[in-house]
């Protein structure tokens, strides 16, 4: 146990208070939340929230269910002293399948303040967009892997060729969020494949004519296409062990697009698609 000691403003950053009082005052928004029964409802479960730590997204189906949702958690923060950053709150709207995104949409308003609709927005690092195809987050990923790489090839370029690859694969093969990646132009793909093939090539200082594959070889490391099989069978996995009943709902659902991919990625399934 530590010593005592008083929260005047905030809390100590990475401090074990902040989780402890994160669960006191958001615990009960979220059980709210989701006994409203207002949301997207998918086999009979109901999701109107996510949250990871103070970053919450609310989920309707329509603006009347989403201003409920609003509602409850003005409400909320007003009986538990918390503010709402509205000019860090914003919307968007999704397009529905075979349909156009609507051009105008009822105003939604937080605090008596009207919420500015987005096309596009980065929750957890991951962009989302209104046609929910994955073109921005891996020209994303796609940047920050040449970032990433010339950042090591200029710092560590006297290091042995060891360290190098040990630097590789720390630094460039998480690819962040590849796993969600589902709906994307095969163009779009292979621009990431060349990146990654060339980061390699850079932090190693070799040439840009040498064979992928035989590099890779050579220094025993996975090549582009098998860290994304790597990334996407440990997606299922984790969903598929998990107990959250959200998670376990797109689990048990064949037709799942994510879900799908990732199981491409190994073998091809012919699975015929769902009709929403």
């Not at 905030?10 to 207002?38: C, D, K, M, W």
């Not at 989302?128 to 560590?156: C, I, K, P, W």
């Not at 040439?207 to 582009?224: K, V």
């Amino acid at each position: 146990m530590s010593d005592p000691y008083r929260l005047e403003c905030g809390v100590r950053q990475g401090g074990l208070t902040s989780p402890t009082l994160f669960n006191l005052y958001i615990n009960g928004l979220i059980a709210e939340l989701s006994s409203q029964h207002v949301g997207c409802h998918i086999d009979g479960v109901c999701v109107n929230n996510l949250s990871y730590a103070d970053d919450m997204v609310l989920l309707s189906a329509s603006v009347c269910g989403l201003r409920r949702l609003i509602r409850t958690c003005e409400e909320y923060a007003g009986g538990h002293g918390l503010i709402y950053n509205v000019k860090k709150s914003q919307y968007m709207v999704f397009e529905a399948v075979g349909a156009r995104c609507p051009s105008s949409v009822p105003q939604v308003k937080l605090n008596g303040i009207h919420l500015a609709r987005v096309d596009s927005f980065k929750y957890l690092g991951h962009i989302l967009t209104t046609d929910l195809r994955d073109h921005a987050d891996m020209e994303r990923e796609r940047r920050a892997l040449s970032v990433r790489a010339n950042m090591l090839a200029r710092r560590f370029a006297q290091c042995s060729r060891g360290v190098k690859v040990a630097l590789f694969k720390a630094y460039c093969t998480s690819l962040y969020s590849c796993s969600l990646w589902a709906d994307y132009s095969q163009t779009c793909y292979s621009a990431l494949r060349v990146q990654y093939n060339n980061a390699f090539r850079a932090v190693l200082g070799l040439s840009r004519r040498c064979s992928a594959s035989g590099m890779f070889m050579e220094a025993r490391t996975d090549g582009f296409h098998a860290t994304m099989r790597k990334r996407a069978g440990a997606l299922v996995r984790r969903v598929r062990a998990s107990s959250n009943n959200v998670l376990a709902m797109i689990a048990q659902r064949h037709d799942c697009l994510i879900i799908r991919n990732c199981c491409d990625r190994h073998i091809s399934v012919h699975i015929p698609p769902r009709v929403l």
